[in-house]
């Protein structure tokens, strides 16, 4: 049974420009997996393909799956569509002629990761040169230098000015400006400008790259763009190639995204976009836009088709969502943010439908209000609990505002020995591989420390073994190379405690012992196949070996630009929290697609939570600095270290490129950063609210320092 909107697109879309706003639970994903298996079946593609992109890895192997599973049930074997990220999109594109847009056909993509180590690189080359060191400095407030200590703030301001640069760069980058253009333009803006600053660091980043054959993703974006504008032969082929354009999460699409998908779909083409302007939360992370969806579907051109049914949630919440909307759209305190929102109101779905809507005895919305945040995180870390004991069939996330929030809840956790997974940091199954490698090879680097050896072993034993304390104080105490290679080649059995000699836990001891000796004996020269041989070992799943193998392969290139860089380095690279690898290891996760589990506490950030569904959702923190709805709420974008006339490095980014660009001058820059992230946390609640199905938990702080957001009284 096809629902609203749903029925319309599957069976009379069949061209032209169409939209599909949709709201959460709708099933879009459902309805545009129904339209592509349609239009294969009815051939209306050929003699192209039907092109499906999305900007999740995970939602690239969910369509792939979903596709082929309903064109079996057909006895259908079609290779008409391809599914792909948009920028494995651009790496098509790209590799078609890399000479265009001078690269050789050698050329490789870094990560995030690896661009942030670049860009740190390139700025460090900058302070070198003429007087910017002092200019890197001038920016910082002296009064606060002088209370706090320079080495202090400095660790912030590293960090702080590398994400300032890194955030101008793909602004440049977004409005397709090479670094030689970037200079030239900011040449004229004051020598303090941070987007001048910028420009020049970006010039040695561009070089760093064209040295190495690399490219980032932002290169791919406006590189491919560029290609399809310069060679009409690449761009009739792509356009050859797929007569059908399909976007998923169109709401989180950018300018350049944008212009390449209209470019391949023509003005007189194919293209179907799918998306929620209400889900828009990336607006400050990726540079994406919410207006061009919206006015691509309120374009006379497009065919549009609202997808207005859900079934995820119980009416209750559903009614709550569709308040909050009528909230900002109606009665919103800041004139300008009514629009924040745009006037899409769940349904339930029908009573005969095949998934209706789920029900609850009870209460369904619960509110709390706590003078602590230590007293908030207690009272979640309680009622987890609760819920954990006797809904052990139901799914349960709470969701904070930011990670030093979430760490501060997870010390509750610890200590209360609450199962979690914690969806940013990666912990339990997904962080497996990162810890495992690091505390072997902790040890491997000093072997001579015992505190290194019980450490390691604790991995694998047991937490209900009943003598492990007793085995970890025996290898505490006793000298580790009498433990690990005596003269004698056997251990002295009269040290070993008699009821740890007589268990199965002292011959597991010794089959773990056995194989930390194989990795002692790899020379440290060997440190890449050391990663992989602990690996292989210990038998590492397909996505732990896999990011095993980002670990080896980024060994081999840090003893080539280091001949000193030893294992206790990258030991202590891989046990720090936030490791260079987590970049790359939340895209392993990403292709394998998260899946709630009954039984352990999701914790997230809001924004992780998009594209996810629980049964119980805890909506925690509702405070007004962190869901400002009034231009008087305190903002986080000022960095309170800074100078006043610089501490609010984004806005300023933004006014400068405006300049650079000749946009209207008259807007008033510090209001309209203000809006911008009261519009964007107003969405991101809706977000928070909607992945609740059955119970609905709200809470926030009130007391001299912190304040409930205005939503909270709304809710």
């Known amino acids: 049974m096809y629902r609203k909107g749903q029925k319309e697109l599957i069976t009379t879309y069949r061209n032209g420009y169409c939209?599909?706003?949709?709201?959460?639970?709708?099933?879009?994903?459902?309805?545009?997996?129904?339209?592509?298996?349609?239009?294969?079946?009815?051939?209306?593609?050929?003699?192209?393909?039907?092109?499906?992109?999305?900007?999740?890895?995970?939602?690239?192997?969910?369509?792939?799956?979903?596709?082929?599973?309903?064109?079996?049930k057909l006895g259908i074997v079609s290779k008409d569509y391809f599914v792909c990220t948009i920028h494995s999109l651009c790496m098509q594109i790209i590799k078609e002629n890399p000479d265009i847009v001078l690269l050789n056909e050698e050329f490789n993509v870094i990560d995030q990761s690896e661009q942030t180590a670049l860009i740190k690189d390139a700025i460090n080359g900058w302070k070198r040169r003429g007087e910017n060191k002092r200019l890197y400095d001038y920016y910082l407030d002296d009064n606060i230098l002088a209370s706090e200590g320079y080495d202090k703030i400095a660790k912030k301001w590293e960090k702080d000015f590398a994400n300032i640069v890194s955030n101008a760069i793909s602004e440049f980058k977004n409005n397709e400006?090479?670094?030689?253009?970037?200079?030239?333009?900011?040449?004229?803006?004051?020598?303090?400008?941070?987007?001048?600053?910028?420009?020049?660091?970006?010039?040695?980043?561009?070089?760093?790259?064209?040295?190495?054959?690399?490219?980032?993703?932002?290169?791919?974006?406006?590189?491919?763009?560029?290609?399809?504008?310069?060679?009409?032969s690449i761009l009739e082929k792509f356009k050859k190639k797929y007569t059908y354009i399909c976007e998923d999460e169109a709401q989180d699409s950018n300018k350049l995204q944008t212009d390449i998908l209209k470019l391949i779909a023509g003005e007189d083409g194919?293209?179907?976009?799918?998306?929620?302007?209400?889900?828009?939360?990336?607006?400050?992370?990726?540079?994406?836009?919410?207006?061009?969806?919206?006015?691509?579907?309120?374009?006379?051109?497009?065919?549009?088709?609202?997808?207005?049914?859900?079934?995820?949630?119980?009416v209750q919440i559903i009614n709550e969502a569709n308040n909050f909307v009528r909230f900002v759209r109606e009665n919103h305190p800041v004139e300008e943010c009514k629009e924040s929102l745009l006037p899409q109101y769940i349904e339930p779905v029908d009573e005969d439908?095949?998934?209706?809507?789920?029900?609850?005895?009870?209460?369904?919305?619960?509110?709390?209000?706590?003078?602590?945040?230590?007293?908030?995180?207690?009272?979640?870390?309680?009622?987890?609990?609760?819920?954990?004991?006797?809904f052990k069939d139901k799914t349960t996330a709470v969701l904070l505002p930011n990670r030093f929030k979430i760490e501060k809840l997870l010390n509750v956790f610890d200590s209360k020995k609450i199962k979690y997974e914690y969806l940013d940091n990666y912990a339990g199954d997904r962080n497996e591989c990162l810890v495992t490698l690091g505390k072997?090879?902790?040890?491997?680097?000093?072997?001579?420390?015992?505190?290194?050896?019980?450490?390691?072993?604790?991995?694998?034993?047991?937490?209900?073994?009943?003598?492990?304390?007793?085995?970890?104080?025996?290898?505490?105490?006793?000298?580790?190379?009498?433990?690990?290679?005596?003269?004698?080649?056997?251990?002295?059995?009269?040290?070993?405690?008699?009821?740890?000699?007589?268990?199965?836990?002292?011959?597991?001891?010794?089959?773990?012992?056995?194989?930390?000796?194989?990795?002692?004996?790899?020379?440290?020269?060997?440190?890449?196949?050391?990663?992989?041989?602990?690996a292989e070992r210990l038998n590492f799943s397909m996505e732990n070996m896999a990011i095993a193998q980002k670990v080896a392969s980024t060994v081999r290139f840090m003893l080539e630009e280091d001949p000193r860089y030893k294992v206790i380095d990258l030991a202590a690279e891989l046990l720090n929290p936030k490791n260079s690898f987590n970049f790359f290891a939340n895209l392993v996760w990403e292709l394998k697609g998260y899946e709630a589990k009954p039984g352990v506490v999701t914790v997230a950030t809001y924004h992780k939570s998009k594209g996810l569904e629980w049964d119980n959702v805890f909506l925690g923190d509702l405070c007004s600095e962190d869901f400002p709805a009034s231009l008087t709420d305190k903002f986080k974008d000022e960095v309170e270290y800074l100078k006043a006339e610089c501490s609010n490095p984004s806005r300023m980014l933004k006014e400068d490129m405006a300049k650079i660009l000749k946009v209207n001058d008259k807007i008033d820059y510090k209001k309209q950063a203000k809006l911008e992230v009261i519009g964007e946390r107003a969405r991101l609640l809706y977000v928070g609210i909607t992945r609740a199905k059955e119970r609905l938990y709200i809470s926030t702080v009130k007391n001299s320092r912190t304040r409930p957001s205005i939503y909270y009284d709304v809710l």
């Open 440 to 534: 072997i090879l902790d040890f491997v680097g000093q072997p001579e420390k015992n505190e290194k050896l019980v450490e390691v072993v604790k991995m694998f034993i047991s937490d209900e073994e009943p003598l492990k304390e007793t085995l970890f104080n025996y290898l505490q105490e006793e000298k580790v190379e009498e433990i690990m290679y005596p003269i004698s080649g056997n251990i002295d059995l009269s040290k070993v405690p008699e009821e740890l000699l007589e268990s199965d836990l002292w011959n597991e001891f010794l089959r773990i012992r056995d194989l930390l000796l194989e990795f002692l004996g790899f020379p440290f020269t060997l440190m890449e196949k050391l990663v992989l041989y602990i």
């Open 19 to 72: 939209g599909v706003p949709a709201i959460p639970g709708g099933g879009k994903t459902f309805a545009l997996t129904k339209w592509v298996v349609e239009a294969i079946k009815e051939g209306i593609n050929k003699p192209g393909k039907i092109l499906i992109v999305t900007y999740m890895s995970s939602a690239v192997n969910n369509f792939k799956q979903r596709i082929s599973s309903e064109l079996e």
């Open 353 to 390: 439908d095949d998934f209706p809507n789920p029900k609850v005895d009870g209460n369904a919305i619960f509110k709390a209000e706590y003078k602590k945040a230590d007293d908030e995180y207690e009272a979640i870390a309680k009622e987890c609990e609760n819920l954990l004991e006797n």
């Open 270 to 314: 194919n293209f179907l976009r799918v998306g929620d302007s209400n889900q828009a939360i990336m607006t400050t992370f990726a540079n994406s836009d919410m207006k061009l969806f919206k006015e691509f579907c309120e374009s006379p051109n497009t065919k549009v088709f609202n997808i207005v049914q859900s079934s995820r949630n119980i």
């Open 177 to 232: 400006i090479s670094s030689t253009k970037a200079i030239e333009l900011t040449s004229k803006l004051p020598i303090t400008s941070f987007l001048r600053v910028s420009a020049e660091i970006y010039r040695d980043y561009e070089y760093k790259l064209n040295k190495r054959g690399l490219i980032d993703f932002g290169d791919m974006l406006s590189k491919a763009k560029q290609i399809l504008t310069e060679n009409k």
